[in-house]
């Protein structure tokens, strides 16, 4: 069964590096998502990415933060200078469609350690 | 605002026990929901959704949900729950259709299975 998958599964940075989270999301899909947990919160979402731009973002998506399909199949989150508060589970999600017969399947995180 | 209540944050049950998740949601529409479970380490697992139609919605690895209107729930179910089923499980609803396709997802519930 395809499978969306991340890498790294866990990435520890200093506060104000770069970091950048790696996807490679279901090949048929078209429509592509990043979410985050805090440590004992719930799942966040980010942004949503189709076409080779943004449709939506959240509050939490601010300048840090960037999005990225370099190739066919890679899909990527940058932040660009990493804070505390940044330490969390980074989960990419895709979808074939959007609307109201999406349905998002998610890859197995990205924990984020910013010391 | 949309928004997605797991009032349980823990549950304890033993071995071969039914089981009942709690979920209720706050929407003016008839919502898409969702149940994905997250095992220790792993990532989010889609265990059903309810589109529309039938009420009663079966999942993987024996699971079902109930959507009930009138009382804005989506419960999950499981009428004899196994040690393997340890695991959070978190309620969402989404995506709405028009420019947004992002998930709301609830505070999860983690499901410890006594022997």
């Known amino acids: 069964e395809p499978e969306v998958t991340q890498t790294p599964s866990h990435q520890v940075t200093q506060m104000g590096q770069e970091v950048i989270l790696r996807c490679v999301p279901i090949?048929?899909?078209?429509?592509f998502y990043w979410y985050r947990q805090i440590l004992g919160q719930k799942v966040e979402f980010l942004v949503s990415?189709?076409?080779?731009?943004?449709?939506?973002k959240s509050e939490i998506f601010d300048d840090q933060f960037s999005v990225e399909r370099p190739d066919g199949s890679n899909f990527t989150l940058k932040i660009r200078s990493t804070k505390l508060e940044d330490s969390a589970m980074y989960f990419c999600?895709?979808?074939?469609?959007?609307?109201?017969?999406?349905?998002?399947?998610f890859g197995p995180g990205t924990r984020l350690t910013v010391l | 605002a949309q928004s997605v209540t797991q009032p349980d944050i823990h549950i304890t049950v033993s071995e071969g026990a039914s089981l009942e998740l709690r979920c209720n949601y706050s929407?003016?529409?008839?919502?898409?929901l969702f149940w994905y479970v997250q095992s220790p380490g792993q990532g989010l697992q889609l265990l059903l959704k309810?589109?529309?139609?039938?009420?009663l919605v079966q999942g993987i690895k024996g699971f079902e949900a109930e959507f009930k209107r009138s009382q804005s729930s989506f419960n999950l179910r499981k009428p004899s729950v196994h040690w393997s089923d340890a695991a959070e499980y978190f309620c969402?609803?989404?995506?709405?259709?028009?420019?947004?396709?992002?998930?709301?997802f609830g505070t999860g519930t983690l499901l410890a299975v006594q022997p």
């Open positions: 999600a895709s979808s074939s469609r959007t609307g109201w017969s999406d349905t998002q399947y």
């Open positions: 090949s048929n899909h078209l429509y």
């Open positions: 990415f189709y076409n080779n731009e943004i449709s939506e």
């Open positions: 929407y003016g529409a008839t919502p898409y």
């Open positions: 309810y589109f529309s139609g039938d009420t």
């Open positions: 969402a609803v989404g995506p709405f259709g028009g420019a947004t396709n992002k998930l709301i």
